[in-house]
């Protein structure tokens, strides 16, 4: 099973790329990143972009494969095609997990992977206290279909589509937010220097 990281994406608004951005003495993605490693998926294929270079150097080897979208500023879907290109051809599904979101545990990825191996589900998400999020796991059927989106939304096109087929695993903890401004940075900066 392959998981694809999405960290391709460009923000003006926060100083650095957000892959970058340090939390705890280590870029963002790095997080994001070692949860996605220790879990059961197979690969792991981190999506960059915006300063590829830059991110790519500063988060290291992890044991991931990068792929570079030139297409970065169409928005994620680019992306997501990108990495869905690349996924392994033995791979059964592959799981989106965002760059921006280091608050996914390797636990939330591995339930998610237990319930579609258990019952075979093709859309399978957490749901965090009764709020979807993600990863999002996708059976290697729908591919193709990943394969044609286009613009910002990612595969929210999809999960609207096939909403009958999408399987939830209940989650006891709140949603993990994304770092989308430099205020939600500052409340992350804020929780993990608390706890």
């Given at each position: ?154 595969a929210r096109d999809v999960l ?36």
């Amino acid at each position: 099973m392959s998981g694809i990281v999405l960290a391709a994406g460009r923000s003006t608004r926060m100083g650095a790329p957000k892959p970058l951005l340090p939390l705890r003495g280590e870029p963002l993605l790095r997080h994001v990143l070692r949860a996605a490693i220790a879990s059961r998926l197979d690969e792991v294929l981190v999506v960059v972009g915006f300063e590829a270079d830059r991110v790519v150097a500063a988060v290291g080897d992890t044991g991931h494969q990068v792929i570079v979208n030139p297409d970065y500023l169409d928005g994620q879907a680019s992306s997501l095609r990108a990495g869905v290109a690349a996924i392994s051809p033995r791979s059964g599904a592959v799981l989106v997990l965002l760059g921006d979101q280091p608050e996914v545990s390797t636990a939330v990825i591995d339930a998610v992977i237990a319930v579609h191996v258990g019952a075979g589900a093709a859309i399978v998400r957490p749901s965090y206290r009764g709020v979807p999020g993600h990863p999002v796991l996708f059976e290697r059927c729908l591919v193709p279909e990943l394969l044609t989106l286009s613009g910002d939304t990612g595969a929210r096109d999809v999960l609207r589509r096939r909403a009958g087929e999408v399987r939830h695993v209940e989650v006891d903890t709140d949603l993990p937010p994304d770092v989308d401004t430099p205020e939600a940075f500052a409340a992350l900066v804020a929780r993990w220097s608390s706890g």
